[in-house]
T-cell receptor, first 112, second 114 residues
Framework: DAGVTQSPTHLIKTRGQQVTLRCSPI?????VSWYQQVLGQGPQFIFQ???????GRGNFPDRFSARQFPNYSSELNVNALLLGDSALYLC???????????FGPGTRLTVL | QKEVEQDPGPLSVPEGAIVSLNCTYS??????FMWYRQYSRKGPELLMY????GNKEDGRFTAQVDKSSKYISLFIRDSQPSDSATYLC??????????????FGKGTKLSVIP
C-alpha cells in the first residue's frame, strides 16, 4: 500500500500570500491530522479531521483552516502568510481506534 | 512548563554503544506513548508504541514507560550509523477515533560515529 502522500514537496511564498497544502491518506484511513514543525522543534498539532468533521484544533490563529473531502483526502489553507509560518507541514493519518498515526513526508513552506 | 520535555542534545556515540533517550511529561492524562525517528528533512517514522507502564522490546529497540514518575525512555542496543537521526517522543491522552492529537517533545538529535 502507498503511504501518506503530500503535495507539493516544497513551496516558496511571500508575506501576505495564501497557500494550500494537500494530503492523501493511506487507503482505508479516515482520520487526517495536520502538524507544523518549525526547525529544531517537535511537530505541533494544528487540526484533526475524522469522517469529514473537525474533531480537534490546536492553538493556531484563524488564518489556518482545513477541510476533508469525501475520499478522506485533506487540504490545509493558510492565509495572510507571515515569516513565522515557514515550517515543515506534516500530514498524519490513522485507521481506527487503537491505531497510531502514520506521517507523510511533509511540505516545506518558506515565506519570504 | 511545557507538557513534554526532551533533551535536544545533540548526542554523539560510537558505533555499538547503547543509547538512552528520555522524555518527561507533566500531563497525567497522557496514556499512550510513542517514539518516532525522523531523518533530516523527512517525515517522522513510527518506531515504538505502548500504552502501559513497563518495557516493550522490538529488535534493538526497547521502550520503557513509568507512569508514576511521568518518564519514558527509548533504548537502542548495538547502535549503528544508520540510527543517526532525530528521535521524537510523542504522547496522547486517548486513541478514540473522534479525537486524537499527539503532543511531541522537541526531539533529540543522535549521531552514531563509525
Amino acid at each position: 500500500d502507498a503511504g501518506v502522500t503530500q503535495s507539493p514537496t516544497h513551496l516558496i511564498k511571500t508575506r501576505g500570500q495564501q497557500v494550500t497544502l494537500r494530503c492523501s491518506p493511506i487507503s482505508g484511513h479516515k482520520s487526517v491530522s495536520w502538524y507544523q514543525q518549525v526547525l529544531g522543534q517537535g511537530p505541533q498539532f494544528i487540526f484533526q479531521y475524522y469522517e469529514k468533521e473537525e474533531r480537534g484544533r490546536g492553538n493556531f490563529p484563524d488564518r489556518f483552516s482545513a477541510r476533508q473531502f469525501p475520499n478522506y483526502s485533506s487540504e490545509l489553507n493558510v492565509n495572510a502568510l507571515l515569516l513565522g509560518d515557514s515550517a515543515l507541514y506534516l500530514c498524519a493519518t490513522r485507521n481506527a481506534e487503537g491505531d497510531t498515526q502514520y506521517f507523510g513526508p511533509g511540505t516545506r513552506l518558506t515565506v519570504l | 512548563q511545557k507538557e513534554v520535555e526532551q533533551d535536544p542534545g545533540p548526542l554523539s556515540v560510537p558505533e555499538g554503544a547503547i543509547v538512552s533517550l528520555n522524555c518527561t511529561y507533566s500531563n497525567s492524562a497522557f496514556q499512550y506513548f510513542m517514539w518516532y525517528r525522523q531523518y533530516s528533512r523527512k517525515g517522522p517514522e513510527l518506531l515504538m508504541y505502548t500504552y502501559s507502564s513497563g518495557n516493550k522490546e522490538d529488535g534493538r529497540f526497547t521502550a520503557q514507560v513509568d507512569k508514576s514518575s511521568k518518564y519514558i525512555s527509548l533504548f537502542i542496543r548495538d547502535s549503528q550509523p544508520s540510527d543517526s537521526a532525530t528521535y521524537l517522543c510523542a504522547m496522547s491522552a486517548n486513541v478514540g477515533a473522534g479525537s486524537y492529537q499527539l503532543t511531541f517533545g522537541k526531539g533529540t538529535k543522535l549521531s552514531v560515529i563509525p
